[in-house]
Structures are given as structure tokens and as C-alpha cells.
């Protein structure tokens, strides 16, 4: 037995989890957890793992449906971060089409527009919710605009969205009625984009949603009709909106709020930061992001019976890469507790590093990088206004609930 007994999801990790994970690390690198996944946390482990193509979701196989994640619901598509090849190859593909890099350049501008308004609105207001007042509006309104969400209806999908943001932890963590809330969210979600996409349908725009259509109704070269190759069914396109909107501004809310919080601790750093912000904003992201990663976990399901380490995973066991863990692997990063802004290099897998590698990670990079070169630009002081800030109860996407501060110009 292992000297640690640890349950990934007790709450009392939530604040910092990093010493039970390099104890685990230590102690126990492959180590199977009272709940039942097994659990890795060194980096090597876990980048094998991403490559490892005896472990994935198990959808085909029905693997999903034993363990106790999510189902589709009745008419319902799983959204393509939970599929295997070659189903998932074949969304993420047609997705890419609409979701160009060209799409995430154009919101330059837009997202500078937005981080100069939301900061005159902070710097030298007293105190301030930080989450509520920039880290969590900055990325929802980017995301809306980018799909075509109407800013009208944002407050009706932010309720689903966070719903679904917790519904990614483990099914047990949560009551009956927590998961019919999810479910219910799920639902919602679906109704809401197919009358989106109507309305798009009959008035394009230029928006990923219209793009997304495009790739649905036309198809992406060749195909002769019907869903197949070439085309999205209509419950993958609005599994596909649902996915984007929802990834697209939990995690950056807690990169810029995680990150925030990192520099409030560490002012010697922030001080670094004030001192170049052109120059050091970009490897500050990369920074926040292996220090304190806004996806901690994420679960694989073994296909096939596997060996790992020396430790049998049976067909359908789960197994858990600890991003949080791996980042702070000694034997790939020197020091690996201390912020560092200009660590190079920083190969984290804050994004993954398989077949699932984030789809926005140019987008969440291009939004952290003008927010924290704005908030080092344009504060002489953060003053934190809690002792410590509380984290929301969510532990695969880990972030606070609240950041209580002073901005001073
Ligand atoms: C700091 C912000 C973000 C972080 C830390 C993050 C992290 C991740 C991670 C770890 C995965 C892989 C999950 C897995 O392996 O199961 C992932 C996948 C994904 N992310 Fe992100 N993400 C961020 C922002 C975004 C944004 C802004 C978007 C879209 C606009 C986005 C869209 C996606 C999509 C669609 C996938 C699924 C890719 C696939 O399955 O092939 N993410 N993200």
C-alpha cells in the first residue's frame, strides 16, 4: 500500500492541491485511487498516456457507457473531446475548417477594445470582483462574438454554460438532481444553437456558427450527399457550438484569474512583468499555465487490458492524467514551484499533448497574453482584498469562485 491515501476529489485539495500531488509523485506515480481510477502524475507518464492509443474515451466500445460519465442523451451527439478516432478525427477536421487561425487573429482588435473598457471600469473603482469584472466577461464575449451569440441572450446561456463546466467532473461527485441540472443544460444548449442556426441559416453572417453551417449543409469536398466524410450531422454541429462556447471561456476565466492570483503571491514576479510587459507577457501565459493549469485532470478509459509501470490497467479502468502534477515535475522543470515568467523551455501540458490538444489554444493564449500585458501596462498596484480567495467546487476545470481586489492606476 502506498503511504498516500488520496482522493482527487476532496474538497479540502481544492485551494492547493500541489504538495498531495508531488507526494503522489513521489510516492506513488501510477497509483490506483480510493474511488477507483488510477491516477498519474509524472510527466513522462502522462505525455506517454496522451500518445497511447490503448487508452481513449471507449465510446465505440461502450466502455463509456459502464464507467460513470456522461451519456448521450436521446438525439444528442457526444461532443468530439470525448470521441476516439475515427469519429473524432473526422469532427475535429471539419470543425478546423470554420475555426481557422485566420478567425482567432481577426479578434485582436476586439479583445483589446474589450480589456482597455473592462479595466477603466476597475483601475481605481475600490474594491472589485476581478472574476466578475474581467476574467470571466472578457472570454464569454469574445467567444459569443466569435461564434454569433447575440450579446442579448449571454446571461441565458451563462447559467447552462458553468452547469456544464462542473458537469465534466466525475458523475459521483454530484447528487441525482445536480446531474439532471447538467443534463437539462445540455438539453438547453442543443434547443438554443437549432434555433441559432436557423436564424443563421436564413441571415449568414460572419461568425463561426454561419462558418460551422457551411461545413454541415454543403460539406467539405466531395461528398455525395447525406452525413458522412464530408459533413456534420445536425446534432454534431450543435454538440460542436456547445463545446466551443463552454471551453472557450471557463478554462481562459481561470487562466486570467489563476494567473492573476499567481502575481498577487509572487510581486517580485509581477514587478518582472510591470517592468517588460511586451516583452514578457507571452511566456507569463505559458507560465500561469504550467503553474496553475485550469484543466487539472483529465480521464482516459483503457481500451484494452494494459500494463502501465508495472501495474495492470483492466479493459474499461479509468485512468486520470494529473496535468497539475505533471507541470510540476522536477525532472522536466528546474524549481518547478516557483513562478518563473521567462521559464524556457516550458513544454506543460496545460493543453494537452495527443490527439485532444486544446482547438483553442491559439485563441486562450492570444486573450491571456493582451490581459495580463494590459493589467501590467496600466496598475501600479493589485491590492488582494481577501486573505484567500475561494475556488468553486469544480476540480477537473479548478478556478475561483471570486478575486476581491484594488486596482490603482
Ligand atoms: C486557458 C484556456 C484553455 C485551456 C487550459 C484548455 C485546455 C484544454 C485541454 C487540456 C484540452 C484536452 C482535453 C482532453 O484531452 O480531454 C482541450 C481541448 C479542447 N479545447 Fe481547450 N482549453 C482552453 C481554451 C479553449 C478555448 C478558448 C477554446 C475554443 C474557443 C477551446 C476549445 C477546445 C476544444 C474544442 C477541445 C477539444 C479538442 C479535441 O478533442 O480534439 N479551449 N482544451
Redesign the pocket.
Same mark, same amino acid.
Not at 79 to 83: E, G, M, R, S, T
Not at 349 to 352: Q, T
Given at each position: 500500500m502506498p503511504a498516500v491515501d488520496f482522493d482527487p476529489f476532496a474538497p479540502e485539495h481544492r485551494p492547493n492541491p500541489y504538495p498531495l500531488y508531488r507526494r503522489l509523485r513521489e510516492e506513488a506515480p501510477v497509483y490506483q485511487s480510493p474511488r477507483g481510477p488510477w491516477l498519474l502524475t509524472r510527466y513522462a507518464d502522462c505525455v506517454a498516456l496522451?500518445r497511447d492509443d490503448r487508452f481513449g474515451?471507449g465510446t465505440r466500445q461502450r466502455l463509456l457507457d459502464k464507467s460513470k460519465w456522461r451519456k448521450p442523451a436521446e438525439g444528442r451527439a457526444l461532443?468530439? *473531446?470525448?470521441?476516439d478516432p475515427p469519429e473524432?478525427t473526422r469532427q475535429?477536421v471539419l470543425?478546423s475548417r470554420a475555426?481557422t487561425p485566420r478567425a482567432?487573429h481577426r479578434q485582436i482588435p476586439l479583445i483589446e477594445k474589450l480589456v482597455d473598457e473592462m479595466l477603466d471600469a476597475v483601475i481605481d473603482a475600490g474594491e472589485v470582483d476581478l472574476v466578475e469584472a474581467f476574467a470571466y466577461p472578457l472570454?464569454a464575449t469574445? *467567444?459569443s462574438g466569435?461564434l454569433g451569440v447575440p450579446a442579448a441572450d449571454r446571461e441565458l446561456v451563462r447559467g447552462w454554460s458553468s452547469l456544464i463546466a462542473r458537469g465534466v467532473d466525475p458523475d459521483y461527485q454530484y447528487s441525482a438532481d445536480q446531474k439532471r441540472e447538467r443534463d437539462e443544460a445540455l438539453a438547453s444548449f442543443d434547443a438554443y444553437f437549432a434555433e441559432l442556426a436557423a436564424e443563421k441559416r436564413r441571415n449568414p453572417a460572419d461568425d463561426l456558427l454561419t462558418a460551422l453551417i457551411a461545413v454541415r449543409d454543403e460539406g467539405a469536398g466531395g461528398d455525395e450527399g447525406g452525413e458522412g466524410e464530408g459533413r456534420l450531422s445536425e446534432p454534431e454541429l450543435l454538440s460542436?457550438c456547445t463545446?466551443?462556447?463552454v471551453?472557450?471561456?471557463e478554462?481562459?476565466t481561470?487562466?486570467l484569474a489563476n494567473g492573476t492570483l499567481a502575481l498577487l503571491k509572487n510581486p517580485e514576479e509581477f514587478r518582472r512583468l510591470r517592468a517588460d510587459p511586451a516583452g514578457l507577457a507571452e511566456s507569463a501565459v505559458e507560465e500561469f499555465?504550467r503553474y496553475d493549469?485550469?484543466?487539472q485532470l483529465?480521464?482516459?478509459t483503457a481500451l484494452e487490458d494494459a500494463k502501465l509501470d508495472g501495474h495492470l490497467i483492466s479493459r474499461g479502468e479509468q485512468v486520470i492524467?494529473v496535468?497539475g502534477a505533471a507541470n510540476r515535475d522536477p525532472s522536466v522543470f528546474p524549481d518547478p514551484d516557483r513562478l518563473d515568467l521567462g521559464r524556457t523551455p516550458n513544454k506543460h501540458?496545460?493543453?494537452?499533448g495527443?490527439?485532444?490538444?486544446?482547438?483553442?489554444?491559439a485563441?486562450?493564449?492570444l486573450?491571456?497574453r493582451i490581459a495580463f500585458a494590459a493589467l501590467a501596462n496600466r496598475t501600479s498596484d493589485i491590492e488582494l482584498a481577501t486573505d484567500e480567495p475561494a475556488y468553486r467546487s469544480n476540480v477537473t476545470i479548478r478556478g475561483l469562485s471570486a478575486l476581491p481586489v484594488r486596482l490603482r492606476s
Open positions: 496522451m474515451h461532443p468530439f *473531446i470525448l470521441l473524432h475535429r470543425a475555426f482567432v472570454p469574445v *467567444i466569435l460542436i463545446m466551443i462556447y471551453a472557450g471561456h478554462t481562459t481561470d487562466l499555465l493549469p485550469p484543466t483529465t480521464r482516459r492524467i496535468r501540458i496545460a493543453f494537452d495527443g490527439i485532444h490538444f486544446c482547438l483553442g489554444a485563441l486562450a493564449r486573450e491571456g
